[in-house]
């Protein structure tokens, strides 16, 4: 089992910055190399989609609308973070952190991101 922990989120205006941070209780990108962690959101009344994903190699992969922008690292062996620039309204949702260790998918509580002025 892995338990996700996020920190980070709030409210932030148009064109701010936010920090979030993924704690996992194991490290998770040790053994099986598709192992990954990454974020992902979910706004109102759609799908959670990805926002970005680090694999046990450090390989990384943005969704297109936040390319640019957001940036996801390691910050040791089972912390993740996620610094997000130049925020837009259309950023605004829930922000999930998932991980995946051995084939199996864990998610975070999720933390609330709106980008409003």
């Known amino acids: 089992q892995v338990q996700l922990v996020e920190s980070g989120g709030g409210l932030v205006q148009p064109g701010g910055s936010l920090r979030l941070s993924c704690a996992a209780s194991r490290n998770i990108f040790s053994g099986n190399p598709s192992n990954n962690m990454g974020w992902y959101r979910q706004a109102p009344g759609k799908q959670r989609e990805l926002v970005a994903l680090?694999?046990?190699?450090?390989?990384t992969n943005y969704a297109d609308s936040v390319k640019g922008r957001f940036t996801i690292s390691r910050d040791n062996a089972n912390t993740v973070s996620l610094q997000m620039n130049s925020l837009k309204p259309e950023d605004t949702g829930v922000y999930y952190c998932?991980?995946?260790?051995?084939?199996?998918?864990?998610w975070g509580q999720g933390t609330q991101v709106t980008v409003s002025s």
């Open positions: 998932g991980a995946r260790w051995n084939v199996l998918t864990f």
């Open positions: 680090i694999t046990s190699v450090v390989a």
